[in-house]
């Protein structure tokens, strides 16, 4: 019997850069890795932007095949979904007869439904099946090539210690100043630096540093001889460079950013991480080159799914010996195709589905409310799903409205608080900053405020040096053991009131003067050239573009409060991602007190007027912070009010007790490990905000599935389980359907960046995730390690998405966009924005609309979404 190989080829558009300058190959390359910010302002980071020209199935297709990256949950989890009641079977038998209608079969329908219905439901291929006789010799003579893609360093044993050099090497390149020693030649990059230091390693043998000796000092030269000495073809250069970055793709992530944040091509810094990394590569494997071709041949693989169209799918062995050599590989490679993608996929979407459903049943079914009295407060909240608990209970307890909107309230800033040596940029990632705005003090208030500062900078100074100096760092321990072992015991003993008493005393000592905003035009950053402050038009326009896209533009309560978030937690690491993502990983008290200083200003109020947007002028702005941990509201500047206003401050601020009461009961009643419902759910949720060894002091925003556009009317008293983004949207108010264009752009692809960052650390969590949060440590200042030698975890903790090792709290599903306007608001949505049909299309999220006239619920998938035209 002759002897064929059955090859599953990926999608190869790593071919068409063969020959391409190597600034394409790398580019090309680049997609399979994100940027990562630094862990001080984490953002989420959606892994497979770069990827999104391809179907999700196609994609999670190639990571598994090429490079063992699985992008579906196991089927137990399926199975464990199912038993809750998560999943409708009906949904899961629907998705199939759908995608057996779509996809061309290799078999008549009836046998490749046998077969699929079986795989769908069955983890593996009865014993017996597998025994039968002449199957191994059958099997044999069709064996599955590999498609994985496997790097000389691989192959030789030599990744591990390929990869403690590139740690090594970043860590000492991208560290923040905690290092006793800095790098030297830092200033000629990544490349440079280790060109000139690297043949000086003692860590490298003598044999090594000489084969650097006349190496290029380019890093372009550099990558290119080492890719031509290594042997790698042109054809599969780009797959041996995606195989690179994502040996450690969080370091490369991070070179990313560097060079985004340096106004440099990112490509550029790429070639700086991969010359260094393919220069050692060559080093270490060059006396073991040429290798010879690999076998990369699994005869294996064939054996159970020859067993699988035998035992379930309606054949003989004489049946299948009887089929040609082509069709017997198109059931192969269709078996191992919905073996390992397919039936997933199915189950992924079916979990969808269901969830879908229930949502649909509990918006649409919901009661109309009888109007109320006008508002006594309106409240402007962060679109986070922690912030859809809390607006419940607010609307719940009074005469009060709640809105929903972006948590940097569409102001394009970078912020300086006061004396700070760095701006940081308080908008989205996908958001450039466009104005600068300061925190400014009066001279007689400062004084005392930066005595007490430099005193304790002086003090913690004083200490590093202590610690890394050689001779006083043997006295440190005797100096500070009693102070420090006082200190460790009270924390692990009495957390709680160790915690707050800590706090106190940090909060006493900063005792911040009272600042002023520079909102008016002041010249420009020295740095970064951006204007300080804004003119009295662009003032204007912020608010009335925020106002207009929520449909806020008349019937003003007394008392509008503008509300930031922010999570108060102890030793974590991961404290800036439980943070405002709109506002860059920082809190958005800052945004909120410059929107609400915007709005009360009289001559933004009288350009609002001339816009048809008439403030009363006993309405007064003002700003606060929700603390998403303990559920409370704070304010953080309030302004004189009017009579009215004074009024709704007095009643929310009494109300505001009993939110916090009953939002903390509902939260502390989804954290694992607290036992039965605490006596008073407040008290225990502080003391899970201080207790410096609590890994779950909140669930952040695990659980996010769907994303809803439209007016708080649509939802108001419905129970969402804080798992729904909700952003406030009138499309009367938005004819041209600009405002909607904007939220879609913006916060909703935030959105999907979340959405997609939890469901990457839920279902490939040593790939995307971070690991344990007790083993982490952070290095450099930029980010977190296992160990003291990984690769910089890009994603987030295991007990950030799951309740213990074997019970996951995330649901990882692709995020649900629901907008509440027309059809005609839909079609020209996806007509206008190819970027965001094509996630729809290549099911990297999922679009549903509302009706807003017949109430009806319609899905935009593959079938509806032929039907709108695209310029």
């Known amino acids: 019997m002759s002897r064929s190989v059955i090859s599953l080829e990926r999608s190869t558009e790593a071919k068409k850069a063969a020959a391409c300058p190597l600034e394409a190959i790398v580019s090309e390359a680049a997609k399979v890795i994100a940027p990562l910010w630094p862990i001080s302002a984490f953002i989420a980071r959606h892994p497979w932007m770069g990827m999104e020209d391809k179907s999700f199935v196609d994609a999670a297709d190639r990571l598994q095949e090429a490079y063992g990256i699985d992008l579906y949950p196991p089927m137990a989890v399926f199975h464990a979904a199912l038993s809750k009641g998560e999943i409708d079977v009906s949904f899961i038998e629907r998705r199939l007869q759908r995608w057996l209608d779509d996809e061309p079969l290799p078999a008549p329908r009836h046998e490749a439904e046998r077969l699929c219905r079986a795989l769908l439901w069955n983890d593996a291929v009865p ?23 496997r790097t000389r360093s691989v192959r030789l044993g030599l990744e591990k210690r390929l990869n403690q050099q590139m740690i090594k090497w970043c860590k000492l390149f991208y560290d923040r100043g905690e290092a006793a020693w800095a790098l030297p030649h830092r200033e000629h990059g990544f490349y440079g630096s280790w060109r000139r230091l690297a043949p000086l390693d003692p860590s490298l043998s003598k044999e090594e540093r000489k084969r650097l000796f006349d190496w290029p000092h380019h890093p372009e030269e550099a990558l290119q001889r080492a890719l031509e000495q290594l042997g790698v073809q042109d054809e599969e250069a780009v797959a041996y460079l995606e195989a690179h970055l994502l040996a450690l793709p969080g370091w490369a992530g991070m070179m990313v950013w560097q060079s985004r944040r340096a106004g440099d091509e990112i490509v550029g810094g790429l070639i700086n991480y991969l010359a260094v990394r393919l220069s050692l590569e060559w080093v270490f494997t060059a006396p073991h080159l040429p290798l010879k071709e690999e076998e990369n041949e699994d005869d294996r693989a064939v054996g159970p799914l020859l067993a699988a169209w035998i035992h379930w799918g309606g054949m003989t062995l004489d049946d299948w010996r009887r089929l040609s050599l082509e069709d017997r590989q198109a059931r192969l490679v269709f078996a191992d195709r919905f073996w390992r993608i397919g039936r997933r996929h199915l189950w992924l979407e079916a979990w969808e589905d269901t969830y879908e459903a229930k949502l649909k049943e509990a918006v649409l079914t919901r009661q109309p409310e009888e109007p109320k009295e006008q508002a006594a407060a309106q409240l402007l909240f962060c679109i986070d799903v922690r912030s859809e608990p809390f607006r419940r209970h607010v609307e719940a307890v009074g005469p009060f409205e709640t809105y929903g909107c972006a ?14 040596d760095d701006a940081h940029p308080s908008c989205p990632a996908i958001v450039a900053p466009r104005h600068e705005i300061n925190e400014t003090a009066s001279p007689e208030t400062a004084a005392p405020y930066r005595r007490r500062r430099d005193l304790f900078r002086f ?26 072992g006082l200190h460790t015991i009270a924390r692990s003993a009495a957390p709680a009131w160790a915690g707050q008493a800590i706090h106190q005393a940090e909060m006493s000592a900063q005792q911040k003067p009272k600042t002023t905003l520079s909102l008016d035009c002041q010249g420009h950053d020295e740095t970064t050239g951006l204007p300080i402050g804004l003119t009295k038009e662009e003032q204007v326009q912020y608010v009335k573009q925020l106002l207009v896209n929520i449909g806020l533009t008349s019937s003003f309560a007394p008392l509008v409060v503008v509300c930031g978030h922010e999570s108060e937690t102890t030793n974590n690491p991961y404290a800036s991602a439980l943070d405002c993502g709109a506002c860059g990983g920082a809190a958005g008290a800052f945004n909120a007190r410059v929107f609400a200083a915007l709005a009360n200003l009289p001559h933004v109020r009288d350009g609002l007027a001339k816009e048809g947007i008439i403030i009363p002028d006993e309405t007064v702005f003002v700003a606060a912070e929700h603390i998403t941990t303990v559920d409370e509201l704070r304010w953080v500047e309030v302004p004189p009010l009017s009579e009215a206003a004074e009024a709704a401050f007095r009643q929310l601020k009494q109300a505001l007790a009993d939110v916090s009461r009953q939002a903390n009961a509902e939260r502390m009643a989804k954290l694992p490990h607290v036992g039965a419902m605490p006596r008073d759910p407040v008290a225990e949720a502080q003391r899970r905000a201080v207790d410096w060894s609590e890994i779950r002091p909140e669930w952040g925003l695990a659980g996010n599935a769907a994303f809803l556009i439209g007016r708080r009317a649509l939802t108001k008293g419905v129970h969402l389980d804080g798992r729904v983004f909700l952003h406030s949207y009138d499309w009367r108010e938005d004819p041209t359907g600009e405002a909607l264009a904007g939220i879609i752009a913006g916060p909703a692809t935030v959105g999907q960046w979340i959405n997609l960052q939890y469901y990457a650390s839920t279902v490939a969590p040593h790939h995307y995730g971070s690991g344990d949060k007790t083993t982490q440590t952070v290095t450099g200042g930029i980010g977190v390690m296992q160990g003291n030698g990984s690769d910089l975890l890009a994603g987030l903790p295991w007990q950030s998405v799951a309740a213990s090792d074997r019970e996951w709290f995330h649901s990882p599903l692709r995020l649900l966009v629901i907008i509440e306007a027309p059809f005609s608001y839909i079609e020209r949505l996806l007509d206008e924005n190819s970027e965001f049909r094509r996630k729809v299309q290549n099911g990297w999220l999922r679009l549903a609309s509302i009706d807003p006239d017949s109430g009806a619920w319609v899905n935009w998938e593959a079938g509806r979404l032929a039907s709108v035209q695209q310029r």
């Open 127 to 149: 014993e017996e099946a597998l025994q039968m006789p002449k199957l191994i010799e059958l099997a044999a003579a069709m064996p599955l090539r590999s498609v994985s893609i």
């Open 459 to 484: 003090v913690g100074r004083t200490f590093k040096k202590i610690k890394q100096h050689l001779l006083a760092g043997l006295l440190l321990p005797e100096m500070s053991g009693p102070w420090l």
């Open 407 to 420: 948590g940097f309230f569409g102001l394009p800033i970078q912020t300086r608080v006061l004396d700070g």
